[in-house]
């Protein structure tokens, strides 16, 4: 089992940065990448991003790209997303999630995850 924490999350102007955090505990010596998730009110859970190992092998979608960067710190076991350039779409709350895997390349899909956290709030708005 592992247990997520999320924080980071607040309100920002458009243009602004934010950095989340997600803390990973539990059986943390097992092999498991991570992804983040947002929801926006009314709409679905968005994947997006997720990383294995560094950074070489993150994904992002295509309307973070350049703005957003997924890091990976296991000596802390926790998970970054630093978030620049924010703009009032990017406004949901944002979760991460593990998946339990030995695969080397991760996925953005939302099923396939096994742990989540309870999620932090981010507004951007002027």
């Known amino acids: 089992q592992l247990q997520l924490v999320e924080s980071g999350g607040g309100l920002v102007q458009p243009g602004g940065s934010l950095r989340l955090s997600c803390a990973v505990s539990g059986r943390t010596w097992d092999s498991y990448y991570i992804g983040w998730f947002r929801q926006a009110p009314g709409k679905g859970r968005e994947g997006v991003s997720c990383?294995?190992?560094?950074?070489?092998?993150?994904k992002y979608a295509d309307s973070v790209v350049g703005r957003f960067a997924i890091s990976r710190d296991d000596a802390k076991h926790t998970i970054y997303l630093q978030m620049n350039n924010l703009k009032p779409e990017d406004t949901a709350v944002y979760y991460c999630a593990a998946r339990k895997t030995i695969q080397t390349e991760c996925v953005r899909l939302e099923s396939v995850y096994d742990f989540w956290g309870q999620g932090t709030q981010v507004t951007v708005s002027s």
């Open positions: 990383i294995v190992e560094t950074s070489v092998s993150a």
